[in-house]
């Protein structure tokens, strides 16, 4: 491969639209990732709350939007669902 100047032209345009683009969607990536860590501590407060619970017998099935209400509402979506599990 030889770099000509229609070469570095090709790369450096190429460069330029993946910093626009980065720039472009800097704040949705980034909400993005907070989401995902959160329903990540979701996940593991669910699991958490099975292990502690599980002698009782109430657990909270571990789904996607199980989930992402833990990972969204924290302690208090815990609450809701395991109202909602009692209820149900």
């Not at 090709?10 to 910093?19: A, K, N, P, S, T």
């Not at 407060?45 to 292990?51: A, G, H, S």
Request: glycine share 10%.
């Amino acid at each position: 491969m030889s770099f000509d100047l229609k070469n570095i032209a090709v790369y450096l345009f190429g460069l330029f639209i993946l910093l626009l683009a980065l720039k472009l969607f800097k704040k949705p990536l980034i909400w993005a990732g907070r989401l995902l860590l959160s329903c990540a501590a979701g996940a593991l407060l669910i699991v958490v709350f099975n292990l502690i619970m599980g002698a009782a017998g109430v657990k909270i099935a571990l789904n996607p939007f199980n989930i992402l209400t833990t990972g969204v509402f924290g302690v208090p979506g815990i609450a809701v669902l395991w109202l909602l599990t009692v209820a149900v």
